[in-house]
Nanobody, 121 residues
């Protein structure tokens, strides 16, 4: 059974930094795209950033220049470095990964449980 376990959330003042981690565990063949979404209270869940298995990245306009996504394929882990945090970055951050269980199977989408990030003004 595949699990995505996030860590690194917390409370930080505006202008500060946090680093989120998300590790995939279980038995699987490969991990394709990995990414981070966030959901603020009363709002929809939005894509923040994602990274392919070869390192191509996408960022939402709201986080460009402040957030950096990276991954360690040997550790099946994706990271989100968040700098210059703003109160509007406050949300639950969810890790997601497209994982193939066997070479002959297409990837399926998995989600972590979410980690709270709160930025105070």
């Amino acid at each position: 059974q595949v699990q995505l376990v996030e860590s690194g959330g917390g409370l930080v003042q505006a202008g500060g930094s946090l680093r989120l981690s998300c590790a995939a565990s279980g038995s699987f063949f490969s991990i394709n795209r990995m990414g981070w979404y966030r959901q603020a209270p009363g709002k929809q869940r939005d894509l923040v950033t994602r990274i392919t298995s070869i390192g191509s990245t996408y960022y939402a306009d709201s986080v460009k220049g402040r957030f950096t996504i990276s991954r360690d394929n040997a550790k099946n882990t994706v990271y989100l470095q968040m700098n210059s945090l703003k109160p509007e970055d406050t949300a639950v951050y969810y890790c997601t990964a497209d994982i193939s269980m066997a070479y002959y199977e297409g990837p399926k989408n998995y989600w972590g449980q979410g980690t709270q990030v709160t930025v105070s003004s």
